[in-house]
């Protein structure tokens, strides 16, 4: 019963291919967000997600597209993949709504571009 | 804006000695302050949160951690370390609206035997 899951675990890619990394929650979470953490291990949000509405979106390349199909996905989907797109890609999702503002996270993606 | 430092980027102490891990931030108002500590090769998980009352919180794992408003600080602690403690902690802060969560860059703890 995880509470959120990402997959994959591991992606490998060549540049220019085209991806996507599925999130789901199961704790009735209303907001949803995504993080980029480099190899200093820096975290960086991308976007978040509140009842299917984007309420942040970072200065990251249009490259990069959230999708939510409901409440309990975030899904991430880039385009055109670059060197530069390597990293661990996590999930996160709080109850903004009730207050609840800690964020509980997903196992991680670790995306490789070659 | 909100902006978190954490000063130390890597500590190494003996298991069985005490530990304390600095985080300072910046915000106008009163901030909802995170630890999180994340194992190699894992995602992370949350040990401990202050949002309001009493300045030092009880974590998980034997954590706790004290805000001083003065200093702007919420420093991390734990009276004895042990090798499993071995990881990277990250505070974080975010607003009174729950959002503009930001990360301080990460401390990476190393546990001698």
């Known amino acids: 019963d995880t509470a959120v899951s990402q997959t994959p675990k591991y992606l490998v890619t060549q540049m220019g291919n085209d991806k996507s990394i599925k999130c789901e929650q199961n704790l009735g979470h209303d907001t949803m967000y995504w993080y980029k953490q480099d190899s200093k291990k820096f975290l960086k949000i991308m976007f978040s997600y509140n009842n299917k509405e984007l309420i942040i979106n970072e200065t990251v390349p249009n490259r990069f597209s959230p999708k939510s199909p409901d409440k309990a996905h975030l899904n991430l989907h880039i385009n055109s993949l670059e060197l530069g797109d390597s990293a661990v890609y996590f999930c996160a999702s709080s109850q903004v709504g009730l207050a609840v503002y800690e964020q509980y996270f997903g196992p991680g993606t670790r995306l490789t571009v070659t | 804006a909100q902006s978190v430092t954490q000063p130390d980027i890597h500590i190494t102490v003996s298991e069985g000695a005490s530990l304390e891990l600095r985080c300072n931030y910046s915000y106008g108002a009163t901030p909802y302050l995170f630890w999180y500590v994340q194992s190699p090769g894992q995602g992370l998980q949350l040990l401990l949160k202050?949002?309001?009352?009493?300045?030092l919180v009880q974590g998980i794992k034997g954590f706790e951690a004290k805000f001083k408003r003065s200093q702007s600080s919420f420093n991390l602690r734990k009276p004895s370390v042990h090798w499993s403690d071995a990881a990277e902690y990250f505070c974080?802060?975010?607003?009174?609206?729950?959002?503009?969560?930001?990360f301080g860059p990460g401390t990476r703890l190393s546990v001698l035997p």
């Open positions: 974080a802060v975010c607003d009174n609206y729950g959002q503009n969560f930001v």
């Open positions: 202050y949002f309001s009352g009493d300045t």
